[in-house]
């Protein structure tokens, strides 16, 4: 079983929910990276998704597009991102999902690239700028390899869309909680539980909320309702904050509280509403 699946469903055992936080890879450094992933892991982190920086985001609010160009300048590139996961996933079990768009894989080959993603330990992909319309194939030969394709859902999703999403996307859903890019905010939406409904309608995979969980109280509230919820822009000005020179360990103690506090608050909230 695939390691994402196997997380949710023991999750829905438990009546628990998901905290996946959002990591810059190479961000201030690799090495950092490869360490901030077990500090999460060990925090409470139940999946973790690995962030490919890209000069051209369509997505990423201003402090992930400032941590992506930082690592960017600092040499990342995919083939060291494919390394390092293959060292955490010597050390860490924790399902690694691998947010990248659609670029990087069209210049690397769709098939050598689930292949290299696949076999360094990759559980999932996460594209936000590749369409359901254009996602076939890419989904076959995933899905032959073991990783779960994750795709998007919007607010402005007509109920046509969210259909094909669902058919789709395996692993779970991602479930946009605003329109606009990424970003630390704080409230989440007053229409998500409306929102959630409308996916639950045409889906039986888990929902997870990102885009504006930035405290244990967005946290909480988006857990009422869904059976999960993703942390990116928060977590990384977070680490920002607290990053001294290459002195990284209060940086890596605040990511760790941070994700404690999120765990503690989305735990308090019993299995999803039956919506």
């Given at each position: 079983?695939n390691?994402?699946?196997?997380?949710?469903?023991?999750?829905?055992?438990?009546?628990?929910?998901?905290?996946i936080?959002?990591?810059?890879?190479?961000?201030?450094?690799?090495?950092?990276?490869?360490?901030?992933?077990?500090?999460?892991?060990?925090?409470?982190?139940?999946?973790?998704?690995?962030?490919?920086?890209?000069?051209?985001?369509?997505?990423?609010?201003?402090?992930?597009?400032?941590?992506?160009?930082?690592?960017?300048?600092?040499?990342?590139?995919?083939?060291?991102?494919?390394?390092?996961?293959?060292?955490?996933?010597?050390?860490?079990?924790?399902?690694?999902?691998?947010?990248?768009?659609?670029?990087?894989?069209?210049?690397?080959g769709?098939?050598?690239?689930i292949?290299?993603?696949?076999a360094a330990?990759?559980?999932?992909?996460?594209?936000?700028?590749?369409?359901?319309?254009?996602?076939?194939?890419?989904?076959?030969?995933?899905?032959?390899?073991?990783?779960r394709?994750?795709?998007?859902?919007?607010?402005?999703?007509?109920?046509?869309r969210?259909?094909?999403?669902?058919?789709?996307?395996?692993?779970?859903?991602?479930?946009?909680?605003v329109?606009?890019v990424?970003?630390?905010?704080?409230?989440?939406?007053?229409?998500?539980?409306?929102?959630?409904?409308?996916?639950?309608?045409?889906?039986?995979?888990?929902?997870?909320?990102?885009?504006?969980?930035?405290?244990?109280?967005t946290?909480?509230?988006?857990a009422?309702?869904?059976?999960?919820?993703i942390?990116?822009?928060?977590?990384?000005?977070?680490?920002?904050?607290?990053?001294?020179g290459?002195?990284?360990?209060?940086?890596?103690?605040?990511?760790?509280?941070?994700?404690?506090?999120?765990?503690?608050?989305?735990?308090?909230?019993?299995?999803?509403?039956?919506?």
């Open positions: 079983m390691r994402i699946d196997a997380v949710f469903n023991d999750l829905r055992k438990s009546q628990g929910k998901a905290v936080p959002y990591v810059t890879c190479g961000y201030p450094s690799l090495d950092f990276t490869k360490e901030l992933i077990s500090v999460l892991a060990e925090a409470g982190a139940d999946l973790i998704e690995i962030g490919v920086p890209y000069s051209d985001p369509v997505a990423d609010g201003p402090t992930i597009q400032k941590a992506s160009a930082r690592a960017l300048t600092a040499g990342i590139t995919l083939d060291k991102i494919f390394r390092l996961v293959e060292e955490i996933r010597g050390k860490c079990q924790v399902p690694l999902i691998m947010m990248t768009y659609y670029n990087p894989i069209y210049v690397t769709v098939e050598n690239f292949k290299k993603a696949a330990g990759v559980d999932g992909l996460i594209i936000p700028d590749l369409p359901v319309e254009e996602a076939g194939h890419l989904s076959e030969v995933a899905e032959r390899s073991g990783l394709t994750i795709f998007l859902v919007a607010p402005t999703s007509t109920s046509e969210i259909e094909k999403i669902a058919g789709i996307s395996r692993g779970f859903i991602y479930c946009v909680s329109t606009g990424t970003g630390a905010r704080k409230e989440v939406s007053e229409g998500l539980e409306d929102f959630l409904k409308r996916i639950r309608l045409r889906t039986e995979l888990p929902l997870a909320v990102g885009f504006g969980i930035s405290s244990p109280e946290a909480c509230r988006a009422e309702y869904a059976d999960g919820v942390v990116g822009s928060a977590l990384i000005q977070k680490i920002e904050e607290n990053v001294a290459e002195d990284y360990s209060k940086a890596l103690q605040e990511a760790a509280a941070f994700i404690k506090e999120l765990k503690g608050a989305v735990d308090s909230k019993s299995a999803p509403n039956d919506l």
